[in-house]
């Protein structure tokens, strides 16, 4: 059902009004604004409420946005932020600092931004491609044991020693390898399915369970290769919003944020946006379905992408926040654009060996 002007005139009035004051909005707060009476912004905000885009917190309180009501707010009615003067010299100052210590700028990116916008900040590095098996080796030790050698496809190579109960011999790892050299080559861990699985045991021969450890060993490290390098700063900032006064609240947050939580579940934009939003109960992890994530994008080089994001109450402004990401982002892949090859290399040290492309490492690191 679409929503009709007044709805959503009142729908934006409440939202702004809440963002501001972090108080429930009520009928006679926004109806001299809107130029009608209160009555009948009461009417429509209980419409509204029973829409699903407000809520009630007491009976005798005003309303506040839903989730719905933020994602109609964001999608619809939310107006562009610009940023100000001083909030763009603030910005490029600290930028420029941080240039000067090229390989510090992406760790510091967060601080910028939890500096800035008052919210927790975090910034991840991924490879903008997902790793997958380019070869696979099984060598014979023994007739209990064996090694798993997996090259991936930016040449990092895998190893893992096998000792199983059951007999194991060169045949039978030679027709393994085989098997899993034409199925499981080229495929994403989301790919490797248990009816691939199950055909490769058929197509083997395998008894005794060898695909599914083999299977399982290139699972997991197609997971801890696709896993990105966090920084998290500013938690305490939490504090600063009503909404995590209530200490259990704020500790389940700043414990996911801290502990390291599962960041592969944090919000990435599309790859044809440069800003996410996710709102309360959009988000994937359980301990953020009260809060509100916005991430940005930018390029880090050699095929690599950075995050930035902060997470904060519902109750955030949205377009200014967005608006000060999105400048923070472009500000940083202007300024790696510009550094030399060498320097940018530089940056990938910091990162994990798993996220450096094109390097050869062994289980143990050791090139």
């Known amino acids: 059902m679409e929503l009709s002007q007044r709805k959503r005139a009142i729908l934006k009035a409440v939202v702004d009004n809440y ?15 809107l130029g009608v009476s209160s009555a009948t912004v ?14 009630q917190p007491h009976t005798s309180a005003g309303r506040i946005p839903s989730p719905k009501g933020y994602r109609f707010y964001v999608n619809e ?27 510090g700028l992406i760790a510091d990116a967060g601080k910028i931004a939890a500096s800035i916008t008052s919210l927790p900040a975090y910034t991840l590095h991924s490879s903008l491609s997902k790793q997958r098996a380019q070869r696979f080796d099984l060598i014979f030790v023994d007739d209990h044991t064996f090694i798993i050698v997996i090259m991936l496809s930016n040449s990092t190579v895998k190893n893992k020693l096998v000792k199983i109960p ?18 499981f080559t080229n ?39 696709d896993i990105t390098d966090a920084h998290v700063v500013g938690t305490a900032n939490l504090f600063r919003h009503p909404e995590f006064q209530d200490i259990g609240k704020a500790e389940k947050v700043m414990s996911y944020l801290s502990d390291g939580g599962d960041f592969k579940g944090l919000p990435v934009p599309e790859m ?16 953020l379905k009260d809060s509100s994530v916005i991430v940005a994008k930018y390029d880090a080089g050699n095929n690599m992408q950075g995050i930035i994001g902060v997470v904060g109450p519902t109750r955030m402004d949205y377009s200014s926040v967005a608006a000060r990401l999105a400048y923070i982002a472009d500000g940083i892949s202007k300024m790696l654009r510009q550094v030399p090859q060498s320097q940018q290399l530089q940056i990938q040290k910091n990162l994990p060996t798993s996220l450096i492309p094109f390097e050869f490492f062994d289980n143990n690191n050791n090139k």
């Open 77 to 103: 009615l939310m107006q562009r932020h610009k940023l100000t003067m001083e909030e763009t010299e603030e910005i490029n100052s600290v930028l420029k600092q941080k240039v000067q210590q090229i390989d």
């Open 166 to 183: 059951a007999f194991v011999d060169q045949n039978m790892l030679t027709k393994l390898s085989t098997v899993f050299n034409a199925h």
């Open 187 to 225: 495929l994403t861990e989301e790919e490797i399915t248990p009816s691939l699985i199950s055909s490769a045991e058929t197509a083997s021969g395998d008894n005794i369970g060898l695909v599914s450890v083999i299977s399982g060993f290139l699972i997991q490290t197609l997971k801890e290769v």
């Open 19 to 33: 963002i501001e004051t972090a108080e429930p909005i009520g009928s006679k707060a926004i109806s001299t604004g």
């Open 42 to 55: 009461r009417n429509e905000m209980a419409e509204l409420e029973s829409m699903g885009y407000l809520e």
């Open 272 to 287: 044809d946006s440069k800003i996410k939003i996710t709102i309360g109960p959009e988000n994937l992890a359980e301990e």
